[in-house]
């Protein structure tokens, strides 16, 4: 079974890129047709799916982030990372790794100074 953990530093300043990992078990990143998603609930809000990447390499952007996000992989360490650029306080959020049913717990970024 494929589990996935993330991982982050909790608390980010404004301005500051957001760098988050997510560590994957039970299975490969490079597997056919697998694909990694980023996804992230701010409070009181819907999911929201951020980006993904592809177990070829493929990205996959959401339009309305594109401008501030970057994913990338390490098939060494079969983990794949999201990179979110000139956070605000609106960026706040719990933030999910997925792959078809299955998530990781979650982890909780903020946005202050």
């Known amino acids: 079974q494929v589990q996935l953990q993330e991982s982050g530093p909790g608390l980010v300043k404004p301005s500051q890129t957001l760098s988050l990992t997510c560590t994957v078990s039970?299975?490969?990143?490079?597997?056919?047709?697998?694909?990694w998603s980023w996804i992230r609930q701010a409070p009181g809000k819907g999911l929201e799916w951020m980006g993904a990447?592809?177990?070829?390499?493929?990205?996959y952007d959401s339009p309305s982030l594109k401008s501030r996000t970057s994913i990338s992989r390490d098939t060494a360490k079969n983990q794949f990372t999201l990179q979110l650029s000139s956070v605000t306080p609106e960026d706040t959020a719990v933030y999910y790794c997925?792959?078809?049913?299955?998530w990781g717990q979650g982890t909780q970024a903020t946005v202050s100074s």
């Open positions: 990447i592809a177990y070829s390499g493929s990205l």
């Open positions: 997925n792959t078809f049913i299955y």
């Open positions: 039970g299975g490969s990143i490079t597997t056919n047709y697998y694909y």
